[in-house]
């Protein structure tokens, strides 16, 4: 009895952290998660998060090209790869004769690692350029788990 508890729990416990957070495929195709072809098992999660850009900004019109040229940091709405994101930010501009900070929100697009953004500075009242680099990742994010014990895999007993 206490075998079978233990398997229920395990079983449950897979079902309740994978199942619901993840689309669960065998070989690239949907299905029960069990690849026959292996023992193993495959997550892929597809969600997204926010992620942060860090790089150069140029401020366009007004002012000498050394002003107009500073430092950025975003918000980036998205951290996948090769996708169009809304992006709000921050800069700072110290090569000019005064020292002035930016406020910025528009829309960008990321690479490998990398973003590029184009924006409206609202405290210096200008469009603004920025490219720098950005944490990103690919659109699927896949994990293998063995399957092994508690009857999965065509397996008849649970193993302590």
Known sequence: MKRFVTCAAAMAALFLTAAPAAAVV???EPGNGVSPDNGMSTTTTRSSRPTVMLGVAFNFGGGSAQSNVGITLKLLHSDRRNRAV???GVSFFPWGDDVAFGLDAGIGYTGRNAAAVISYDFLNASP???????????????????????GLNGSTACVD
């Open 128 to 150: 603004q350029f920025s490219a720098g680099w950005a944490h990103t990742r690919s659109r699927t994010v896949t994990t293998w788990e063995p399957n092994d014990g508690c």
């Open 26 to 28: 065998a070989n690239g």
């Open 86 to 88: 809304g992006a709000v």
